[in-house]
């Protein structure tokens, strides 16, 4: 079974630019997670989509990051315009079913200078 | 809010046993994990357990949940090498709550 899927790997803007990520869950997931993981720090839960809808965002920062998930697969999540805060891995994870084990993707490293 | 607490370095001999603590706030939490994060990788889960549960044993692990205290402990017996991780602890309730993460807790084995 191929596990989560994200792009890129890394990736280096500077303040003010816009960056996205990209996230392909575990086939037939129907739960799907984004979260940012700032070093030495866990996992904060930025948003949560059940198929295509959205179940919880309210830790995202709306007025910078924005997220769909569209046809319930694969995600995206966006920032814009970054800050130097918003450097951390973001790491996306899906679940079968919303109280089920997650299985979390590589994640992404983003760092802001 | 929830609030989950661990201590972030534990240093054991490779053939000792590892014990790392966690504590959480959610009276209401449901299940309680622990999760093992490799350099570079995402999160793997090891283990869990429903919040009935006094203890919970799987292979080298060993999981202990006082629920009274709010304390969750993972042991390791025989740590090797390869147990050489960021361990997390975290918690979710039944009524919709999402996944709390502790901070997590670097474990070094020296050989």
């Known amino acids: 079974e191929a596990g989560v899927a994200q792009s890129p790997r890394y990736k280096i803007i500077e303040k003010r630019q816009s960056v996205a990520f990209w996230c392909n869950p575990i086939s037939g997931h129907a739960t799907l997670y984004w979260y940012q993981q700032i070093l030495g720090q866990g996992p904060k839960l930025l948003i949560q989509f059940q198929n295509n809808g959205v179940v919880d965002d309210s830790q995202l920062p709306k007025d910078r990051f924005s997220a769909e998930r569209l046809k319930g697969v694969d995600s995206t999540l966006k920032i814009q315009p970054a800050k130097l805060e918003d450097s951390a891995v973001y790491l996306c994870?899906?679940?079968?079913?919303?109280?089920?084990?997650?299985?979390f993707g590589p994640g992404t490293r983003l760092t802001v200078l | 809010g929830e609030d989950v607490e661990q201590s972030l370095f534990l240093s054991v001999r490779e053939g000792d046993s590892s014990v790392i603590n966690c504590t959480y706030t959610?009276?209401?939490?449901?299940?309680l994990y622990w999760y093992k994060q490799e350099p570079g990788a995402g999160l793997q889960l090891l283990t869990y357990?429903?919040?009935?549960?006094d203890m919970k044993q799987d292979q080298r692990l060993t999981v202990l949940l006082n629920k009274k205290d709010k304390h969750l402990s993972l042991r390791i017996a025989d740590t090797q090498t390869g147990d050489s991780a960021i361990y997390f602890c975290?918690?979710?309730?039944?009524?919709?709550?999402?996944?709390?993460f502790g901070p997590g807790t670097r474990l070094s084995v020296l050989p």
């Open positions: 357990i429903f919040s009935n549960m």
């Open positions: 975290a918690e979710k309730g039944n009524y919709g709550q999402n996944f709390v």
């Open positions: 994870a899906s679940s079968p079913v919303v109280l089920h084990e997650q299985f």
């Open positions: 959610d009276s209401s939490s449901t299940y």
